[in-house]
């Protein structure tokens, strides 16, 4: 049977090609009353010590692949997690895309209903000449003076990354994510990388969605863990590397509700090294219409 591609995840596959015993001595009998037991509910120190303290994310000594794990278990929830019953999703992105020879810089604002019709809105900075390019702060006020393209879509067209629902189980959303039979070679690791931003980019993941992608990014082969950085919009996230196939990813995750702040790609060892992606996603949520976005982060 031919295995139909998802036109979302065609484009991106193109693009990337104790307990404690006390001992009484066994002399006199006291004649001291016994202690009588705790019924306040007040944790006694022994109760304490037994309880294995909390581990975080930015723990000590942790690998990558643990911290993504403690992450997804640990996850809070955003406010657009209480908003699931609201008919349309909406996803603010700004993005410095790799285009032959120049870099496209787009800011993207999407509505999208569940039955495939939405609308975008698109302003366009001015295309940058070579790929040798590192996005910088001040880019993102150019977004603010460029004239917006309005583009609506009839139901059915605009389509998600991944159809809904998104699997459960890490092992099922990564083989939709990247090709199983590509697991033993060098690209996998860039391609499930990659298939893990264009999720979160393409379509709104409410809580248990996050944590398996998390766990699908834990899973990946050589994901290293660089400590906390801050992405161009000034938020301060986790950064997670995958350098396979020429080219080293960079996603940075909040450190609190797992969502995907910033991801970014950059071409190396090519004829044309530099930036390959980055993306900014600002907003995400749910509204009851076409235009009403939710408030930017």
């Known amino acids: 049977m031919t295995k139909h591609t998802h036109p979302a995840r065609r484009l991106l596959l193109t693009m990337l090609l104790g307990s404690g015993v006390l001992l009484l001595p066994a002399c006199q009998p006291s004649t001291t009353e016994a202690p009588r037991p705790d019924?306040?509910?007040?944790?006694?120190?022994?109760?304490?010590?037994?309880?294995?303290?909390?581990?975080?994310?930015?723990?000590?000594?942790?690998?990558?692949?643990?911290?993504?794990?403690?992450?997804?278990?640990?996850?809070?929830?955003?406010?657009?997690?209480?908003?699931?019953?609201?008919?349309?999703?909406?996803?603010?992105?700004?993005?410095?895309?790799?285009?032959?020879?120049?870099?496209?810089?787009?800011?993207?604002?999407?509505w999208r209903h569940a039955d495939g019709s939405g609308r975008e809105v698109t302003r366009r900075a001015p295309d940058l000449a070579g790929v040798d390019h590192r996005p910088r702060p001040d880019e993102r006020r150019l977004f603010d003076h460029a004239t917006p393209t309005t583009h609506r879509h009839p139901p059915g067209s605009l389509h998600p990354y991944l159809p809904e629902p998104v699997p459960a189980d890490p092992a099922q959303l990564a083989k939709l994510l990247a090709p199983a039979e590509l697991a033993g070679e060098p690209a996998y690791p860039r391609l499930l990388a990659g298939g893990v931003i264009g999720l979160a980019t393409s379509q709104h993941l409410n809580h248990p969605q996050r944590a398996t992608a998390l766990r699908v990014l834990a899973r990946i082969p050589g994901i290293t863990y660089r400590g906390t950085t801050t992405d161009i919009a000034g938020r301060t996230g986790l950064a997670f590397h995958v350098t396979a196939d020429g080219s080293t990813t960079v996603l940075i995750i909040d450190p609190t509700t797992g969502e995907l702040l910033a991801a970014h790609e950059r071409i190396s060892g090519s004829i044309k090294p530099g930036l390959f992606s980055y993306v900014l996603i600002l907003a995400r949520g749910h509204t009851t219409d076409a235009v009403t976005p939710p408030t930017d982060r």
Do not use: F
Not at 60 to 87: C, H, K, S, W
Not at 88 to 95: A, N
């Open 39 to 110: 019924t306040t509910g007040t944790p006694t120190a022994a109760t304490r010590s037994a309880s294995p303290p909390t581990r975080a994310a930015t723990d000590d000594g942790l690998t990558a692949g643990q911290r993504l794990e403690v992450l997804a278990d640990t996850l809070g929830t955003t406010p657009a997690d209480t908003t699931t019953n609201l008919p349309k999703t909406y996803l603010h992105l700004q993005t410095w895309t790799r285009a032959t020879n120049r870099i496209v810089r787009s800011d993207i604002r999407r």
